[in-house]
Every structure is written in C-alpha cells, then in structure tokens.
DNA sequence: AACTGCTATAGTTTTAATCTATATCAAATA
DNA sequence: TATTTGATATAGATTAAAACTATAGCAGTT
C-alpha cells in the first residue's frame, strides 16, 4: 500500500470509474485495474464492485475513502511544511464554538496563505472583531453576513450500534440510551423538550462541551449523542449518523461582518469557495 | 514522496546512520542514500548532514520526523482496520479529563484487541467502575495503582512566536503575553500564583476545557497556553513547547484499581507497554 | 601510517509500474 | 432485436524506478 495507489484509488471512489479515474491520473486505464486489484490484494478486502459501466464502492470501500483522503492529506501538508513562509499583520476573527477545527483550519490557512500581509488573531466572538464567524441566531443588527454552513442535527451512534443498522431512529427508541450530552446547546435543548412530550428519557453518562471530544467518546463507545453533522464528523468510518423521526434541527454557520476590507472580502471570497467545497 | 521513503527516513533519523538504517531496512546502504537524497530534492531540503561517521538530523530533519512518523503510524492504522474483529463484554473504565485521546484511542484499541470479549465502556471517573484512568491526585485510600505517563507542564507556544527562539522562558517574558488558560487546572492555578509573586499579568483571551482544543488555539495564534506536555501534543509541528524557569510543574497519571481481575491485569500489562512506550 | 567505518557515485540488475492491444460483458440506442 | 457504445479485465511488451554490487573518497581511530 502506498501513496500513489491510494490516490488512484480516491480518484475512482470519486469518479466511480476506472477509465475515468485512468484519464483524471493521466495513466492508462488497465494501471488502475491492477493498482486497485493489488491494493485489494493487500489490504485483503474488495473494496469495488465491478459493473459493465463503471464500479460502485463496497462497505471497505467506502471505509477505506475518508481514511486515504486524510492521508493524503497529511502527505500534502508534509510538503507544505517545508514551502516559504510569509509575513504577517493583525486581522482579528471572532469565532463561535463547535466550527469544527479542521475545516476552520483549512479556511484560515487558506486565508492567511493568500495574503501574506495578513496576522490573524482568533478572539472570542463576542470581543471587538474585524469579522466574525458565528451562527446565524448570535448576529447582531448592525452585521451582514454570508452564509457558510449549514448542518442538520443528527444522532450520532457508534458504527457498531444496533440502531446504526436503520437509516432512522424514532424517539421512542432513544429510551434509556447511554446519551452523551453536549452543552451548552440549544438543539438539546430542543430535544429534551421533544423527549419529554413523548415521555422518553436518556442516560446521560456525560457533559461534553466540544463535539470534537463527543463523537470520540461515542466512538469510544460511551454512548450517542445529538450533534450538528457537519462534513468533517460525518467523513469519520467509526460513527454513524442518523436522523431521528420527527425532529429536524438545523443550525446555520455565517460569515459576519460591519464594514468591508480588503481583507474581509477576501476572507468572504474565501468562505464563499470553502462553503461550495463543503456541500459538495 | 512516497511512504517507503519516508520509512527510510525515520530509520536513518532513529539510527543517525544510512548504513545502519539500510540494515534495518533489509536494503543495501546506496538505496538509502539514493532515497534520502531523492527525498530532499522533492522537499527542496537538506534533511541531513553527513559526516565521515552517521549523519546529524538538520532542523528540517527535526521537522520532517514526527510528521513522517504519524503518516506512516496512520497508514499502518488503515491496514489494521481491516482485520477481524472480536465480540464483547462489559468492563467499565473510568477516564479523567484530558488523557489525551490518541494515546489512550492506542491503549483501549490494545485492550479490546487483545481480549475479543471485552466490551469497554468508557465512564466519568468518579462512579462505579471495574478500573479508572485518573491523575494521581485524585486516587482514593482503597485503590491500588500503576504508573503510566508523568508529564511536565510546559509553556505552548506558535511555531512563529518570537520567545520560541528561546530554549526556556522566564517569568518576566510573560507580561501581557496573550494567553490561553485552561480551567479547571491545578497547574494554572500554580501558574497564577507564581506569576502573582512576579508582579506578572497574562492576557488571559480564552478559557478553554480541552487540551487539545487549547493546543488548536495555540497554532491558530489565539495565544500561549501552560499545558502538560504529553507525546501526542508535542509531536505537533506547528507548536513549541518550552520550560518556564522557576516553574516546575508535573502530573502523573495512573491506573488505579481495587481488585485484580483478568480483563485488569491485561489492562495493567498494557498500561505498562504503553507507558514504557511513550516514554521512549 | 594503517586500518576502520562511513557516505557517495557509477554502473548493472531486478522489480514494479505503466503501456498498447484486445477480449468480454452489460447497457444504451436505433 | 441487433448493433453500438462504454466499461473493466487480461495478456504481453515497454519503460521507469528501486535496489544491487563495486568502489572511491573522506574522516576518525588505533
């Protein structure tokens, strides 16, 4: 197994085509075949189905994709280590909880790797800010925004769980689950109320603040928990995500912003192409 | 850039020598030279210096190696994770905060692996549990334990940041510097008494419950933090960690128990693998 | 000074990746 | 229904890369 087959292998997740990921790798088709037929070899698994027209992932497959995606990931941040490095001047973006550090990250580096004059200083959200990001209930009258993300609350399960096996849960199947709660939040807020109406009750084995650190302990096996299923989260193979029946929350993630700078309308283009990214 | 050179890598950074990695590597030494040079020219950096006897890692080296090590430890996790898996059975294990969720993802992935039966469940440290994972401050009269990892709490700075450059840091330099303050923590409230002593003010910019998320902070520039330095946070790249003089802070953390049962005594066995591990 | 131990270079051999050609199969189209 | 199209798999050839053996060159040790 190495980089290069991992590759060909995204890139015929993607396309769900050999010849077309032959074409996208600019190799021939028949490499393919026998990268993916090898990687298969290795990995002891089959990790596509094979069709007349094209192939369709299997469970490792499907398994196997965000893994190799992060990997390559890395591979590519490796190299970005060592390229030059730019000088600075202060921007200050306020930021809410729960954004999600990968993905802000990848925002923020892309930011702060287009102009190189900029410095930024991640404050608090409700601090004296250039620009913030923030969900769309926190803005205030005198702001504009754009929008960036949107994510429907789902639960989240450990991929070995019994109810992972149905594409939806209803609420009464939520009694007396080991629940892990995140607060504060309004969408467990939500759902308590939702639970109480129909007479269900959780058990609570913790009080998490970050839902980094919930999905690591629903994936630890600690119990599920009612998260913003936002890309980064869905993309992990250990945890599954379901929607419950009758329950739909959503929260909307915003760029906001009073004035307009130079740096600011980058940052908007910025955010514009991260949020197209991501709904992809 | 592929994982077979960088495996190389790791192996002549470990072994300070090309022959002795070669060794290692069941190749002959020219390979390795082949492959470290082809390496350097893709990075467009001198990883090594060569001397008539071995080699000295340059800071790029330095920089390249706990990268390459995670890359290759992920890889090798992709090829664990289709293998077979085992059935369960209930063992309660109480973790206390900010462990550090890689490092003990390794250990209960040991445990559950090595024990098909065992189904872990993962509770609050303070309620009815089989064993716990706590700091040993926190141990009660009836409980025996083990010692697995002891870590000194460090000042976390950016890579860019100007006192960085500095080996260790005094009291003084912290005057104002922006600061990430993590709560609730004994070793902060250390800190502040020591600072107090100094006629020392930080500029606290955030409070933060997880390390990891403080450490997030931290390479986003938010400011500096006062952490346990444990492996998986200071093979980060992108953050330094550095001694405060005069402050000498450690944690140690242990697996306490009361009664030894099977599934107990292999997580002891494990614990002391991964503590011997880790401090290597 | 001679020996030892190391890295680098040169040229050769081996292995792996990729190519072209084409068989086979299923889906789409006329 | 027959034909065409579009896809993957297989076979054999070609190319590129990895690794080999041999040895030069240099510094350190005895």
């Given amino acids: 197994m190495d980089l290069k087959s991992l590759n060909y292998f995204i890139s015929v997740y993607e396309l769900k085509s050999f010849s077309a990921a032959a074409k996208a790798c600019f190799i021939a088709q028949p490499s393919v075949s026998a990268a993916i037929a090898q990687l298969e070899q290795q990995l002891k698994v089959t990790l596509f189905i094979r069709h007349a027209r094209g192939v369709t992932p299997t469970e490792q497959g499907e398994k196997l994709f965000p893994l190799a995606k992060q990997l390559l990931g890395q591979a590519g941040a490796i190299k970005n280590v060592f390229s030059e490095k730019p000088l600075k001047k202060p921007f200050n973006l306020g930021v809410t909880r729960g954004l999600g550090v990968a993905r802000m990250s990848l925002l923020l580096k892309d930011f702060t790797s287009a102009k190189p004059n900029v410095e930024l200083t991640l404050v608090p959200h409700n601090e004296n800010v250039d620009a913030r990001i923030i969900l769309k209930d926190e803005l205030q009258e005198n702001e504009q925004y754009i929008a960036m993300w949107q994510e429907d609350y789902l639960l989240a399960l450990p991929y070995d769980h019994i109810l992972a096996l149905q594409d939806s849960i209803n609420i009464a199947q939520l009694d007396g689950l080991p629940f892990i709660q995140r607060t504060p939040c309004n969408a467990w807020n939500h759902l308590q109320d939702t639970l109480a109406v129909a007479g269900v009750s959780l058990d609570v084995r913790a009080k998490i603040t970050t839902i980094d650190y919930a999905v690591g302990l629903v994936h630890a096996g600690l119990g599920c928990a009612f998260l913003p299923a936002y ?50």
Same sequence: chains 1, 2.
């Fill in 231 to 280: 890309s980064e989260i869905i993309q992990r193979s250990d945890v599954v995500f379901r929607p419950i029946t009758g329950l739909q929350l959503t929260r909307e993630i915003v760029l906001a912003y009073t004035t307009s700078t130079k740096a600011i309308n980058n940052l908007k283009r910025l955010a514009r192409k991260h949020a197209q990214q991501l709904s992809e």
